[in-house]
């Protein structure tokens, strides 16, 4: 089981940063990929960016490419998400997912993760 804690969400204005923290507490098998994902009220859940633990095989959005980096500090089990050149409509609940894999690709499909953290709102103004 793994429990995920996200953290670093706010407010900012256009063209400002921020960034996320993600805490994964269990097994490492369980959070080999590691993904960041975001809903918008009214819009559908979309994959943002994952890393696979292991391999340090990065994925990205075609949205985000360019604005937002992707890393993790393996010894604390964190994965980060910095994001810079914030655009309003970057404005959405920020949700870490975690799930096992074994063939060193994280997929950027929610429905292949197995756990979730709570979330932590963005918002861009």
């Known amino acids: 089981h793994v429990q995920l804690v996200e953290s670093g969400g706010g407010s900012v204005q256009t063209g400002g940063s921020l960034r996320l923290s993600c805490i994964a507490s269990?097994?490492?098998?369980?959070?080999?990929?590691m993904g960041w994902f975001r809903q918008a009220p009214g819009k559908e859940r979309e994959g943002v960016a994952s890393?696979?633990?292991?391999?340090?095989?990065?994925g990205y959005a075609d949205f985000v490419k360019g604005r937002f980096t992707i890393s993790q500090d393996f010894a604390k089990k964190t994965v980060y998400l910095q994001m810079n050149s914030l655009k309003p409509e970057d404005t959405a609940m920020y949700y870490c997912?975690?799930?096992?894999?074994?063939?060193?690709?994280?997929?950027?499909?929610?429905?292949?993760?197995?756990?979730w953290g709570q979330g932590t709102q963005v918002t861009v103004s």
């Open positions: 997912a975690a799930m096992p894999n074994y063939d060193g690709s994280c997929s950027l499909f929610g429905w292949a993760y197995n756990y």
């Open positions: 269990g097994d490492r098998e369980s959070s080999a990929c």
């Open positions: 890393i696979h633990t292991n391999v340090g095989s990065i």
